[in-house]
């Protein structure tokens, strides 16, 4: 059963895999993965990551402790360094979108939706780039499955 599941989704993989991007396209892609990935990684998981006063301060007001502070920025930092690995870049531009669904979130209940528009024009890209990459996350599901068979 499992084989199959990995065979079909190999099969829908080789599809996907036709529709190729042209090289302009998949050019710009990957620079804004880059830019994406700075992003993430330097100013928005470095100062949790340190505990810098300005993320603890933000941190302390959603009243969930440092854990949370840690937490965000080192699934940040993660997502960062999947968006510039090919295979995992549509996975982890996706677990980004999750992410700034619930910084949203939070700015709109915790923080009277000061700056919530901002994890909206973080997800805008990831978006683009989780659609542009689908198949390479297939890719990675099949891998997975393969492992699992």
Known sequence: MTTDIASTTAASVTTAGTARLSRRADISVRVVQILLALAFAIPSAGPKLVGHWSAAESFDSIGWGDWLMYTVGALELAGAVA?????????????????MIGACITQLTVFDGQYALTPVLFAVPLAVIAWTRRDRTAELLALILRRRA
């Open 83 to 99: 968006l510039v690995i090919p295979i995992l870049s549509g996975a982890a531009a996706t677990a980004l979108i999750g992410l």
